[in-house]
Nanobody, 118 residues
Framework: QVELVESGGGLVQPGGSLRLSCVPP??????????MGWYRQAPGKQRDLVAS???????NYADSVKGRFTISKDNNENTVFLQMNSLKPEDTAVYYC??????????WGQGTQVTVSS
């Protein structure tokens, strides 16, 4: 199991912004050789892929976050970021990183909580 790799979550008001970071050990996920993604899961709901970035930097987004979220990476630091702007209450969830689009069962970390509320 991967633990303590996601960070940056918190409590924000609607319309606010957060920047999430994912820093897995290279022995678990080497982002230079695999597509990485950000997933989220709200209470009582499925865990869904919201954004991904390929080894070459091609990005994809779920319709629900397109235009508001930006995924990026730093290969030297083996770090994947998720910049979240114009946050909505429905973005409230625990956010995780993993390979995409088929995550590894043993690749989930602790996740980071994002709460959007007034």
């Amino acid at each position: 199991q991967v633990e303590l790799v996601e960070s940056g979550g918190g409590l924000v008001q609607p319309g606010g912004s957060l920047r999430l970071s994912c820093v897995p050990p290279r022995t678990i996920f080497d982002i230079t050789i695999t597509t990485m993604g950000w997933y989220r899961q709200a209470p009582g709901k499925q865990r869904d892929l919201v954004a991904s970035i390929s080894t070459g930097g091609r990005t994809n987004y779920a319709d629900s976050v397109k235009g508001r979220f930006t995924i990026s990476k730093d290969n030297n630091e083996n770090t994947v970021f998720l910049q979240m702007n114009s946050l909505k209450p429905e973005d409230t969830a625990v956010y995780y990183c993993n390979v995409a689009p088929r995550p590894l069962i043993n690749g989930w970390g602790q996740g980071t909580q994002v709460t959007v509320s007034s």
